[in-house]
C-alpha cells in the first residue's frame, strides 16, 4: 500500500519531517560514507560573512546552487569535502559592533578597549555563525556543520603571513604614498575592489560649480573650471587642458573648451597647448596653503570634451589621477582634510569642518571674491563606504601595497584556463586583470588580520611569517597573546634581523580579502607536514570548530578545486583575491570552473531594502513557501540575468508542482485501488506488454534523465527546471490524459509504466528539492533505497529519438488544435467534422489519437486550404530599406497583392521581401478556425449539423451526470441508475451513456442518479 497523498502537498511541514528523518537515519552520513574512496570532486566554498542575525534570502540563493551540485555530484558517487566557512574580520564586523555599542569614531573605540572590542566582536561571529548554520540546515544544505572554517582563526592568519613574506621576499611588497579612496566615518582607505561592491555607487545630488581663475599675466581674463566637490577647491594647485583641443576667450575674458559652448561666441581663439604655462590667481590664496603655490596651466591628454568646460581643477592631495599628474609636473600636493575628513588648522575658518558641512561656506565664500561663475546641482553616481554608507573622500594616505606588474601575465593566462559559466563573467575577470593597480592591503582598523610588518629605524622591513617566527624573535608579551590580533599582538615587539634593535608592529590591519583568499591554502593544509586534529580551532575560532588542519597529500588531493560559485560581484572580490594569492603562492588557478550568478531583486525588479519594506526574511519564506519551492525559485533563474524573488513567483511555481504532486496522487490512489505494489528490483519496465503509449513514456523518462545530466554537466539548474517541466506536462497532459481508463482496472503495462517514469523524475530533481522528492520516494519506492539521495543516478540507455519526435509531432498538432478552438469560441465538448494538418508528417499514423483528443471525427494530413494569408511590412526592417515606398508595398500587401516565393520571401510589386521583413498571419476562412506555429498548421472545420449538435448535447449530459456523482458523494467506481428527460439522446446514444457514466439502466425522467 501507498500512504494516500493529501490534495496538496504541506511543504513546510513535509520538510521539517523529513529532516527529522535524514537526522534520525543519518542520511548524510550513509551518503558520505557510501562515496567515500570513490573519484574526487572538490568544492570550496566562499565564506559568508557572519555578522548577520539570520540567514538572507540573497545567501540562501548561492547556498542552494551550492547544495545542489553537491548532491548532484554525490549522486553520481563522487567523494567530496562539505567544508563550510565564515568570514570574521574587517569592517563588516566592526561596524556592526561600534553601533550596537553606540561608538561613533575610531577615537571613542580606543576609549571603549581594544581587549573588550574584541570580544564583542567574536560575540558577533558566534552568535551569527550559530544563526546562518540553522537557517542553512532548514534550507536543506548538506554540509559537515561543526567542522566549518572561521577566517579569524589563527591558522588562516598564519597562513596569510606566510603569503606575505613570500611576496615581501619577491619585491613585491611596499609602501605607497598616494590619494587614494577614503571613508572619513572609518577613518580608513579602501582599495579599489572593495568599490566594486553592490550598493557602492549610488545616485546623490552634488554642487555643480562654475569657477573662473583669474590670468597673472592676462588682465581681466580667466580660466573657467568646473567642479563637483567645493571641498577640494582650497587644495587646488593647477588647471589642466587638452592640448590638441581648440579654447576661446568668451567677450566677458573667460577662456573654456569651444566644443563644449558651440553656442558661444568668441573673441579669440587658442589651441590648448597655447594655454600651457600661464599663471592664475587661485580660488583660496588668502588662507596659508595656497599661498604658497605657483598656479598654472598644465597639459592632459585625458581631459575629456563631455561635460564641464575642458578645463579641470586640479587638486593632487584630493585626487587619485590628480595626485599622479602631480608627479609627472612636479607639483605641490596641499592635503586639506585629516583621516575623520576635517579641514586641518592652516585651513583658517575652515578649521574642523568636515567635506560636506564645508559645501556651503565656500560657496558664499567664492560668491563674494568674485570667483563663481554659476552655482548648481548634479545628480551623479557618487561612490559610498559598502559598509557604512558614508560618501567617499580622496585623501592622501600611506598604504601598503602589493605590486601586481610582475604576476599580471601569470594571472591572465591562468584565468584563460578557467571555464567560467556564463562566459562573460570571464571575460570580466580578464578585463580586471588587465586593468586593477597594485592591491592596497593595509586597514587602519581593529579587527582584523594583523599585517606582520615590523619597520625599523635602519630601513629594513621585518616580516614576520608564522607563529613560531614570532615566538623566536619575541622580546617580550608572548605570556599575554590569547590570539594573533590587536592589542595583544601589539604588545609582542621583536628585534630587527638587521640591526638587533627593538621594533613594534605597524597599528594597521589586513584587507578582509586576504582572510577569505588564502582558503584554498588554509583549510586544505598546503606545506603542513602532519595532520593536526581540530587544527583549525585556534585563536578567537577555539571551541567554535572540529575542523582538523590537514597534511599537504591532503592539499595535493583537493587542490585545485573542480568548481566554485557566488554571484558576481564577487569576480573582483573572492573569485580574485583566492586567484591573485594561489598564483604567487602555487603558480596556478585555484579553481577549474566557476559559475557565477547576478543579483536578487524583488519580484517587481526593485532592489531590496530595509527601510522599502520589500526585503523577504529567510524564516519567513520557509515558513510560507517552503524550503523546496525557494530553491526551486532560485534554480529556475539563468545566471545572466538578476532573479525576481517573491512570494507571486513562489505561488505560481506551487501551482506547477502541484501537476507533478497530482500524477503522483493518481499513481497511489489507484494503485491502492487495484493493489499495485512495484518491486525495486524490476524497475525499469520490461517484463511486460506495453503498449505504443508506454514505450513513448519510457523513451521520454530516458530524454529526461539525458537533458537533465546535461544540464547539470553544464551547472545550468535552469535547464534541469525547463527539462522537469516539460517532462510533468507530458506525463500529465499526455500519458495520464490518454491512458486513464487503463487505471480504472488493473492494467499492469499502465501501472508499472507511469511508477518507473515518476520514480526516475524524483531521481533527477532529487538536489533541487530535496524534501519534497524525498517524502515522494519513501512512499513510491519500497524494497529500494531508503532515501532518493542514497539511490545514486539513473544509468538509462539513449533515448528513442525517432519515437520522441514522432509524439512531439502528435502533441504540437493537438495544442495547436486547442489553440484553434478556443480562437473560435466553439465549446471544447462539441465535436466537429473534419481536421486538416499541414507540415506534421510525423504524426500522420497517428490521427486516431489526435481525433479523439480534439473531438473531430476525421483528420487529413495534407494542404490547409481553409486559410487566407495576411502579410504585413515589418515597419522597422522595411521602412528603412523602401523609404517612400513603403505606403505603396503597403497597400498591396493590404490587398493580397503579392507572390508567395520558396523560403519564406513574397515578391510585391517587382521587390522581394525576406522572411524577416514581412509578418505573416494565416486566419481560417469562413467556416474554419486556425492555427500555425513553427511550420505546423491546423485548420478546423466549425460548420456544424444535426448530428454533432446531438452528440454535443450527449457530452454535456455525461459530463452533468459525473458532476451529480461527485456531489453525491459516490465513489468513482460506483455503478448508478439514471434518469434523463432526452428521448432523443437515450434512442440514439443509449449504450455510450451507460458505459460513460457507469450506469446499469437508463430511463427517460427528471435529470437524477441513484446508486445501483
Ligand atoms: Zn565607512
Ligand atoms: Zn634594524
Known sequence: MFTPLPDKPDHPALELEMLEVWEREQTFERLRERNHGGPTWSFVDGPVTANRPALGVHTAWGRTLKDVFQRYKALRGFDQRYQNGFDCQGLWIEVGVERSLGLNSKREIEEYGLEEFARRCREVVVGSSEAL???????????????????????????????????????????????????????????????????????????????????????????????????????????????????????????????????????????????????????????PPGSQVDHRVIPWEDVTMDQGTGIVHIAPGAGGEDFELSKVHDLPVLTPVDESGRFYDDYGWLHGVSTTEAADQIIGRLGETGFLVEAGLYTHAYPHCWRCDTPLIFRLSDDWFISVEAIRPKLLEENDRVQWVPAYMGKRMDDWLRNMGDWNISRRRYYGLPLPFYPCGCGHLNVIGSRGELAERAIEGLDQLEELRRPWIDRVPIRCESCGEAVTRIPEVGDVWLDAGIVPFATLGWENPERIPEGYGTGAARGLTKADLPDHAYWEKWFPADWVSEMREQIRLWFYSQFFMSCVLVGRSPYARVLGYEKMLDETGREMHASWGNTIAAEDAFAQMGADVMRWQFCSQPPDRNLLFGFGPAHEIKRRLLTFWNSVKFLTDYGNIEGFAPGWEQLEPTDVDLRPLDRWLVERTKQLVADSTAAYEATLTVDVVRAFDAFVDDVSNWYIRRSRRRFYSFDEAAFRTLWYALVQSLQVVAPLMPFLTDHLWRNLVQGGPASVHLAGWPDLAEPDTALLEEIAEVRRVVELGRQARSASRLKLRQPLRRLVTEGAPLAASHADEIADELRVKEVVFGEVEASELRVKPNLPVLGPKLGAKLGAIREQLARGEFEELDGGRFQVDGHVLEPDEVLVERVGRDGWAVASDAGVTVALETALDDELMLEAKLLDRVHEVNVLRRETGLAITDRIKLWLPDADLIERYRERLMSETLAVSVELGDLRIERA
Not at 153 to 163: L, R
Not at 217 to 236: C, H
Request: charge should be negative; hydrophobic fraction near 35%.
Open 133 to 287: 548554520t540553522r537557517g542553512s540546515i532548514r534550507l536543506g544544505q548538506w554540509m559537515d556543520w561543526g567542522r566549518d572554517y572561521f577566517t579569524f582563526s589563527d591558522t588562516n592568519i598564519e597562513y596569510i603571513w606566510k603569503f606575505l613574506k613570500i611576496v615581501q621576499e619577491r619585491g613585491w611588497l611596499y609602501l605607497g604614498h598616494r590619494s587614494t579612496e577614503w571613508c572619513p566615518r572609518c577613518g580608513t582607505s579602501l582599495s579599489q575592489h572593495e568599490l566594486t561592491q553592490a550598493g557602492v555607487y549610488q545616485d546623490r545630488a552634488d554642487p555643480s560649480l562654475f569657477v573662473r581663475f583669474p590670468l597673472l599675466d592676462r588682465p581681466g581674463e580667466s580660466v573657467v573650471v568646473w567642479t563637483t566637490t567645493p571641498w577640494t577647491l582650497p587644495a587646488n594647485v593647477a588647471a589642466a587642458v587638452h592640448p590638441a583641443e581648440e579654447y576661446g576667450r568668451r567677450e566677458n575674458g573667460e577662456w573654456v573648451a569651444t566644443s563644449l559652448f558651440p553656442d558661444d561666441r568668441f573673441v579669440e581663439r587658442k589651441r590648448g597647448s597655447e594655454l600651457v604655462g600661464w599663471r592664475y590667481r587661485g580660488p583660496f590664496d588668502d588662507l
